[in-house]
């Protein structure tokens, strides 16, 4: 036993409904309040707890031994570790990887992430798909000696995730570009487009740079006049947190960019946008899709799809056929993909403006790679979009 396993402080996991979970600290010690959700990924922990989407949640791992391969510097999705708190049942004692440059547990304390180790995590996440996601608390040192009372107090005096307005505090401050020559592309960009970061993971422009695509990364408050300014061949939203029903501002410059026709993908956060821009609502499911392993069918081939999922809300729009958006000028709209776990809406495709979007992370960090090819139809809608626009004085020019 290690001399930092030895000085592990007692911690417990505190539920709004009053459920609480007893073990030891893990990570920094003291309070974190979030919305305890679970994420059923059996690898990829370095790339779950930096994703920015999951700002304000406290992460329980489904998998049971979580840190085996410590974490470094390349895997990382975003600046820092954004979960609120982190819920292991078995942590790795000491890492055993060659990548590996230090243990989970010590970056975690190091980013003053709470975190407890030593509970039934396979119980919690019954809990949670029972009763559904909730408000909850991980206390631990000087904090866990409180009343249980006290504990459950502060719980239920933290914000719900309903109504939560989080993709401006993750986002960016300053734009930046990814190029396509950084990331192995060998020529001149194909395309330059405008990313709008609502919380985006690092893998995703380096998807497009890697297929020559220049990325504009522009921070979530983000107007036309900035498009405009950079004249991209299309124009994409990332994931992020929060609800979407809060984005009142990002759907507002969707619907700019649908009336210009500009080329549109969405992921994620960027899916419910485009759902709620065409007029549709969303909701808050019961206890999410988290982790890398879930079903989705392409409706257009039939093709399953195992995909890398983090998100709490869905949009509400109907799944059979095509049908007139509620904003009637973008046309008609079709739900492209689903989940097979639950028929949950997973894409929408537009079928009079170049507009289409997936609720989950085809950028596959970490894995799996099924979903890569919309990468390469975002391309496609560019490049017949470009054509469907060009002059006969321009392709003379050609």
Not at 226 to 236: E, H, K, Q, T
Request: glycine fraction near 10%; hydrophobic fraction near 35%; aromatic fraction near 6%.
């Amino acid at each position: 036993m290690t001399e930092k396993a030895k000085q592990r402080q007692p911690a417990v996991l505190v539920l709004e409904d009053g459920k609480m979970f007893r073990g030891h600290s893990y990570g920094a010690v003291g309070t974190s309040l979030g919305e305890a959700v679970f994420a059923t990924g059996m690898t990829g922990y370095q790339e779950t707890i930096t994703d920015p989407s999951y700002a304000r949640q406290i992460v329980v791992q489904t998998a049971p031994h979580i840190g085996n391969t410590g974490v470094n510097g390349e895997d990382a999705e975003s600046r820092r570790i954004w979960v609120a708190g982190y819920v292991v049942r078995d942590p790795a004692r000491r890492p055993s990887n060659w990548r590996s440059e230090r243990s989970l547990d010590e970056e975690l304390e190091d980013q003053g992430i709470v975190g407890i180790q030593g509970v039934d995590t396979r119980a919690i996440t019954r809990h949670l798909r029972e009763h559904k996601t909730m408000r909850a608390g991980i206390f631990s040192g000087e904090a866990a000696q409180r009343s249980d009372r006290e504990l459950l107090d502060d719980v239920l005096g933290s914000a719900p995730m309903e109504g939560s307005r989080l993709a401006e505090e993750v986002s960016i401050d300053e734009a930046y570009v990814v190029e396509p020559a950084d990331r192995g592309w060998d020529g001149d960009p194909r395309f330059t487009i405008a990313a709008i970061d609502l919380g985006i993971k690092s893998m995703t422009p380096h998807r497009f740079a890697e297929r020559g695509v220049r990325v504009h990364v522009l921070p979530a408050t983000a107007t036309i006049e900035d498009l405009r300014a950079i004249n991209p061949d299309g124009v994409f939203m990332s994931n992020g947190p929060g609800d979407p029903a809060t984005a009142d501002a990002q759907v507002g410059l969707l619907r700019s960019v649908l009336d210009e026709r500009m080329p549109y993908f969405g992921i994620c956060f960027g899916n419910q946008i485009l759902g709620r821009a065409l007029g549709f609502g969303t909701y808050k499911l019961r206890y999410g899709h988290r982790g890398i392993n879930q079903p989705v069918m392409d409706r257009r081939t039939g093709k399953v799809e195992i995909t890398s999922q983090n998100h709490g809300f869905a949009v509400d729009a109907p799944l059979d056929g095509a049908t007139v958006a509620p904003e009637e000028r973008f046309g008609r709209v079709e739900v492209s993909h689903i989940s097979l776990n639950d028929q949950v809406v997973e894409g929408l495709a537009c079928l009079d403006i170049p507009a289409f979007s997936v609720q989950y992370h085809p950028e596959a960090a970490a894995g799996p790679h099924d979903a890569a090819y919309l990468f390469d139809r975002f391309i496609e809608l560019m490049e017949s979009s470009k054509k469907s626009t060009a002059t006969p004085e321009t392709e003379e020019a050609k």
